[in-house]
């Protein structure tokens, strides 16, 4: 349902050192402390039938009224007081002068007309004369009224910003009718296939407050794969006779997650990020709205640039990751998140799967290799993240010797090596290039020992990958690491090729005490989804990689791969403090391969210019007022001119006013160090099918 963060408990802390245990449960005599925050929201029922309109890319359609596009003419409120005034004191003389007669009694013929005579000296006759009067005044009072545009005045000194938007909306959709045939709450959908039952069965849930807005997402979800596969029918029926509102639940058996810190729409698959700001930098259909992400505008991919502190973590990951936790429940989406140990980004329990990369506690493990089993793909990989930041270093030709090493591994022992052994193994350690030479020789691999044959040949030439492979592949062999990335089956290794599956990942990286591995993992893990989402055979779940710190990140091939997400139905969150943490080279061409741009507050001035230079210019109209002093010729002119400049202190001037087109830059460098404000961003989006909607100074939700 659409919430406010009210629905649910602060996350749990862990006690952490100095932490002092407090008694279980409530002291005595006070009642337990309830285990969510009451529901102030709306109902389920009322939250469905309130119209979602969008008039934009990233518009907040949950009852969104357009407006127009254009701001109307704004009279100065000087000009409108005294034409008030002058059309007040008209009418009061034109009233005077009928009063007194000095017009005539034209205006009480209708009286005459319509009164008998016999009602002369009568009450019957003293009001009807009283009520025409009062006719002809109310009469003189709207026409004056509207002459003097009383109205607009007191809208502007009453309440002018909700009056003008009242005025310049766009009429608002008619919600639908309670239980009526296109009331959301009754299922009609359902209803009209025929599953009249199961409709009456699902709005009952709604009705009795069992449903939340997860179960209706999700059983929608499922109510479409019915109708693309009628053969499964029978099993939705039946799911929703014996379970209600906890049909076809996720395999996890979440219907909700434990707390929510954002505002949430479920129906239209978005999140509120915050409000466009009321300034004249916005265009002013824009001026107050609602900003959201949702698939349509995250799956080309975004990337956001703030310094520490901007709130990039709090602001924007964190209700990504929450947002498209949601869609998990409800079988539309799946999600990893990647970042430092420590990061808020929400409970364990809101997640499938937490992977801590060197804790021993964590539950899960890492799949170095992705899943895959072909070694060709694993050395690609491999390389990519190893040495895939280097300058200088051929990606291919460390792939090739990553494939020399594999192929013959995997087809010796059957399984890829665990990191020690192919550390060894790069190193060419004479004890194990031994043992793994005579185990393909007993199976006859002849082919994987011309392989090994060529590795040894080409180790320690001039360009050889090797050293600075090892070199790699040491940070990951460290103590902080044994018993991870383990390849004998032994672990519960997390492969990026689960993304066919509804899953909720959260990945945390060793970062302070191992910045160089983390870095490393944090490309190998870039590497592995552009390749496990373009490789999915079923893309109808929107998959989604959400990086809390991407520097040193990316590399000339995941910049590529990340351009092609977009027709795979998959897209990644990048954030970085500075564009300085990507190699110069990919500046450019990384701010092009996103769809979705955001510059946080404080950037600086060389990140400001690139972002000014990919968002462009526009044509603007200016106004240049040129004053000229006005010399008389006339005596009696000239006495007045200087009688007025002697009452004013200014002279005689007359304004010369020249409007042009302008081409300029939307922001500059300058504005976007400078202008804007803290807890404010400036955030343009593209949807997949193209749409652009022009950068906005965004009011991020949160801020005061």
């Known amino acids: 349902m659409d919430t406010d963060g009210t629905h649910g408990t602060d996350a749990r802390r862990a006690p952490g050192a100095g932490h002092v245990p407090r008694p279980a449960g409530p002291p005595p005599g006070l009642p337990p402390k309830p285990s969510r925050a009451p529901n102030t929201g709306p109902t389920l029922a009322a939250w469905l039938r309130t119209p979602r309109t969008s008039d934009g890319p990233g518009v907040w359609s949950y009852g969104h009224v357009p407006r127009a596009a254009e701001e109307p003419e704004r009279t100065p409120t000087r000009q409108l007081v005294s034409g008030a005034l002058i059309a007040l004191l008209a009418g009061l003389l034109l009233w005077s002068l009928l009063w007194n007669g000095y017009l005539g009694g034209f205006w009480l013929w209708p009286l005459y007309m319509f009164t008998p005579d016999s009602w002369a000296g009568t009450l019957p006759s003293v009001v009807a004369a009283y009520t025409w009067y009062a006719i002809v005044a109310v009469t003189l009072?709207?026409?004056?009224?509207?002459?003097?545009?009383?109205?607009?005045?007191?809208?502007?000194?009453?309440?002018?910003?909700a009056l003008r938007a009242a005025k310049a909306a766009v009429p608002a959709p008619r919600a639908p009718e309670a239980g009526g045939p296109e009331d959301p709450a009754g299922w009609p959908e359902v209803r009209e296939a025929g599953m009249g039952e199961v409709a009456e069965a699902l709005g009952g849930e709604v009705g009795a407050g069992r449903m939340n807005d997860v179960d209706y997402a999700r059983i929608r979800r499922a109510w479409e794969t019915v109708r693309a596969e009628p053969s499964r029918a029978r099993a939705f029926a039946e799911a929703v006779r014996t379970k209600g509102a906890g049909a076809c639940v996720h395999p996890s058996g979440a219907r909700d997650l434990p707390v929510r810190a954002s505002r949430h729409d479920m129906l239209a698959r978005q999140v509120l990020l915050g409000t466009a700001d009321e300034g004249a930098r916005n265009p002013y259909a824009r001026r107050g709205v609602g900003l959201a992400l949702d698939p349509s505008v995250l799956g080309t991919s975004l990337l956001a640039v703030g310094p520490s502190?901007?709130?990039?973590?709090?602001?924007?990951?964190?209700?990504?990751?929450?947002?498209?936790?949601?869609?998990?429940?409800?079988?539309?989406?799946?999600?990893?998140?990647?970042?430092?140990?420590g990061a808020q980004l929400g409970p364990d329990a809101a997640f499938d799967v937490v992977v801590r990369v060197g804790d021993p506690d964590s539950v899960y493990d890492l799949d170095l290799y992705g899943g895959t089993t072909d070694p060709d793909e694993a050395a690609t990989l491999l390389a990519e993240a190893f040495v895939g930041d280097i300058q200088g270093t051929d990606v291919r030709r460390a792939a090739t010797a990553l494939a020399?090493?594999?192929?013959?591994?995997?087809?010796?022992?059957?399984?890829?090596?665990?990191?020690?052994?192919?550390?060894?193994?790069?190193?060419?350690?004479?004890?194990?290039l031994a043992a793994l030479r005579a185990r393909l020789e007993a199976a006859g691999a002849h082919a994987m020992l011309r392989e090994l044959?060529?590795?040894?040949?080409?180790?320690?030439?001039?360009?050889?990958?090797?050293?600075?492979?090892?070199?790699?592949?040491?940070?990951?062999?460290?103590?902080?690491?044994?018993?991870?990335?383990?390849?004998?089956?032994?672990?519960?290794?997390?492969?990026?090729?689960?993304?066919?599956?509804?899953?909720?990942?959260?990945?945390?990286?060793?970062?302070?005490?191992?910045?160089?591995?983390?870095?490393?993992?944090?490309?190998?893990?870039?590497?592995?989804?552009?390749?496990?989402?373009?490789?999915?055979?079923?893309?109808?779940?929107?998959?989604?990689?959400?990086?809390?710190?991407?520097?040193?990140?990316?590399?000339?091939?995941?910049?590529?791969?990340?351009?092609?997400?977009?027709?795979?139905?998959?897209?990644?969150?990048?954030?970085?403090?500075?564009?300085?943490?990507?190699?110069?080279?990919?500046?450019?061409?990384?701010?092009?391969?996103?769809?979705?741009?955001?510059?946080?507050?404080?950037?600086?001035?060389?990140?400001?210019?690139?972002?000014?230079?990919?968002?462009?210019?526009?044509?603007?109209?200016?106004?240049?007022?040129?004053?000229?002093?006005?010399?008389?010729?006339?005596?009696?002119?000239?006495?007045?001119?200087?009688?007025?400049?002697?009452?004013?202190?200014?002279?005689?001037?007359?304004?010369?006013?020249?409007?042009?087109?302008?081409?300029?830059?939307?922001?500059?460098?300058?504005?976007?160090?400078?202008?804007?404000?803290?807890?404010?961003?400036?955030?343009?989006?593209?949807?997949?099918?193209?749409?652009?909607?022009?950068?906005?100074?965004?009011?991020?939700?949160?801020?005061?």
């Not at 360009?463 to 032994?490: E, I, K, M, N, S």
């Not at 990942?505 to 989804?529: N, T």
């Open 309 to 341: 502190g901007a709130g990039k973590t709090r602001r924007l990951v964190r209700p990504v990751v929450e947002s498209l936790a949601l869609q998990a429940l409800a079988g539309q989406a799946a999600v990893v998140a990647v970042a430092s140990a």
């Open 404 to 432: 020399q090493l594999l192929g013959p591994y995997r087809t010796a022992h059957g399984r890829f090596p665990p990191v020690p052994e192919l550390r060894e193994l790069l190193d060419q350690v004479p004890g194990p």
């Open 453 to 704: 044959d060529a590795r040894e040949r080409q180790h320690g030439a001039h360009g050889d990958p090797g050293p600075a492979l090892a070199g790699r592949v040491a940070l990951l062999d460290r103590p902080a690491f044994a018993g991870f990335f383990d390849t004998t089956g032994q672990g519960r290794p997390f492969s990026l090729r689960a993304l066919e599956h509804p899953l909720r990942v959260r990945i945390d990286l060793p970062e302070r005490g191992h910045a160089d591995a983390s870095r490393m993992l944090a490309r190998l893990l870039l590497a592995q989804f552009n390749a496990a989402a373009a490789a999915r055979a079923d893309r109808s779940l929107f998959a989604f990689l959400a990086f809390d710190d991407a520097s040193y990140t990316l590399t000339p091939e995941t910049v590529r791969g990340v351009q092609r997400l977009r027709s795979a139905n998959a897209g990644v969150l990048l954030t970085l403090r500075t564009l300085d943490d990507v190699p110069e080279a990919l500046r450019t061409p990384l701010l092009g391969a996103v769809g979705c741009r955001m510059a946080f507050s404080g950037v600086t001035t060389w990140d400001g210019k690139r972002f000014a230079e990919a968002w462009g210019t526009e044509w603007v109209e200016t106004r240049t007022v040129t004053h000229r002093t006005v010399f008389a010729d006339q005596p009696l002119t000239r006495a007045i001119h200087a009688f007025r400049k002697l009452v004013t202190g200014n002279a005689v001037t007359t304004d010369a006013v020249t409007v042009r087109q302008e081409e300029r830059e939307r922001w500059s460098p300058s504005d976007l160090a400078h202008a804007v404000p803290p807890g404010h961003a400036v955030l343009s989006l593209t949807t997949v099918r193209g749409e652009r909607a022009a950068p906005l100074l965004v009011r991020l939700a949160g801020t005061s």
């Open 141 to 161: 009072l709207i026409g004056f009224g509207r002459l003097g545009r009383w109205p607009e005045l007191g809208g502007r000194l009453l309440g002018s910003r």
